[in-house]
């Protein structure tokens, strides 16, 4: 599948954006907590190690036991939830929790990345049901999350699908071939070393804020390593955020494609320390 631009025919192309403590400063799935108790859904005591999950996984985020111990305590916690309640809970808060913590790094490269004319996915392990809202909040064109079983209506514990690890790899794959995607030619951000396989799948891995693991990844492969650290509300930045339509974006994508090398070339040399 190609994507026409003037004359010429250019492989379709994505940007891949992990979630938390790339996209967003904290944990989005821990960031409900308070909003859930509010809910009647978990009590204080869930809300308490909530917060201390949180503050462990901000100071140096979560290797792969921690990940899986958060994920066997989130499921059994969630069991019985309505679904619908969840969502409802999500949409409500969405911009009171999640517009604060949006790095502004990021939000400029997913504006960068769409006037390049690619698509930008949201690939996360936390929940669809709070991955997908943020997505559309960001932007982004489609989302990859951990999807939970549903029987009438509830949760039931147990995951249909865990977007963890190889697995967003093999999402990654997947979504480009249904897409037409050209993986050498796409980009991928994260910040834990648990998305190697991630960013090992596409020809333009870059680390985010990364942890000790993806550090080291980073410096033996060469890979680019970022800086974000200023949130920032959307709202405050509405008129550049805004997204025009994608013929709009196709038709002016080889125009800005020099430019937009330009400015990412610019972007990380800012980041790169000054030779003394």
Known sequence: MLAVVGNQSLPRTA????????????????????SFYQGGLINRRAVLRSAYSQFVYLLGGADHEQTERMRAYLTSLCRGWDVATVREIVAETLHELIDPIIYDEAASLIEEHHLAGRDVVIVS???????????????ADRAIATRLVIEDGRYTGEIDYYAYGPAKAEAIRQLAEAEGYDLKRCYAYSDSVTDVPMLEAVGHPCAVNPDKGLRREAAAREWPVLTFSRPVRLKQRVPQFAMPSRPVLLATAAGVAAATAAGIVWYASRRRPRPV
């Open 15 to 34: 940007a891949f954006f992990d979630l938390d403590k790339t996209v967003i400063a904290k944990s989005s799935t821990l960031t409900f907590s308070k």
């Open 125 to 139: 392990t936390s929940g669809s049901e709070v991955v997908e809202p943020i997505g559309e909040l960001l932007g």
